[in-house]
């Protein structure tokens, strides 16, 4: 059964600091991996996609890694900002697995204090 | 705003009344997807579109629910005898062809007294 762990569930550090979130997946066969941010009461927004041969992915200050062997992602975050307090969702695409191939991990809450 | 938008925001009905909720997606998008969120989890799989068809159903979807995409465009999605336990944020999401990206509406939530 296709499963995505993400850690920890929940998060609170000070602006301006960095943080690194995780995601355990087992995917298979293993197409992409995606990380998504949701704002409270919003719907899920693309931050990055990764496929098995990619280890890393920026997307301003979001820096996305892969590693494939191991089935590990992380998302770290630079210098956070207060818009950046969201959960963040890791999410496994299965190759071949349609619509339902997509398998969602229950999120890491985030909260960046002042 | 080119992106996907659902109708309503929020709706509030008593158990046992008919809901029904709409998506329009992005337009050149050919994928249309719904899923249910509840509180602290992520989004759960409830059926898919391509075009005009209805490709998968999640066993979620009991025969309560029903969705549709009549013209390829916008999708409905009917909650018929509305129990409590379907309180949720319920989402719509477009995208081209896997392996591309989803983009996600904002969400009906759905509050059942």
């Known amino acids: 059964k296709n499963q995505v762990e993400q850690s920890p569930q929940s998060l609170i550090i000070l602006e301006g600091k960095n943080c690194t979130l995780q995601c355990n997946y087992t995917v298979s066969p293993f197409s992409n991996l995606r990380w998504y941010k949701q704002d409270t009461g919003r719907g899920p927004v693309s931050l990055t996609i990764m496929t098995f041969s990619e280890n890393t992915k920026s997307n301003g200050r979001y820096t996305a890694t892969l590693d494939a062997d191991t089935k590990q992602s992380s998302l770290h975050i630079t210098a956070s900002q207060l818009s950046d307090s969201a959960s963040y969702i890791c999410v496994g695409l299965q190759s071949g697995g349609g619509a339902d191939g997509l398998t969602f991990g229950k999120g890491t809450h985030l909260i960046i204090q002042p | 705003d080119t992106g996907v938008s659902q109708d309503p925001r929020h709706k509030i009905t008593k158990r046992g009344q008919n809901v029904t909720f709409r998506c329009d997606p992005i337009?050149?998008?050919?994928?249309l997807y719904w899923y249910r969120q509840t509180l602290g989890q992520g989004p759960e799989f409830l059926t898919y579109f391509q075009n005009e068809a209805q490709l998968e159903k999640s066993r979620l979807l009991s025969d309560r629910f029903s969705a549709e995409r009549p013209k390829g465009s916008f999708s409905t999605l009917e909650i018929q005898r509305t129990e409590q336990g379907d309180s949720a944020m319920y989402l719509c999401?477009?995208?081209?062809?896997?392996?591309?990206?989803?983009?996600f509406g904002p969400g009906t939530r759905l509050t059942v007294l």
């Open positions: 999401a477009s995208s081209l062809s896997n392996p591309a990206p989803q983009y």
């Open positions: 337009s050149e998008h050919n994928r």
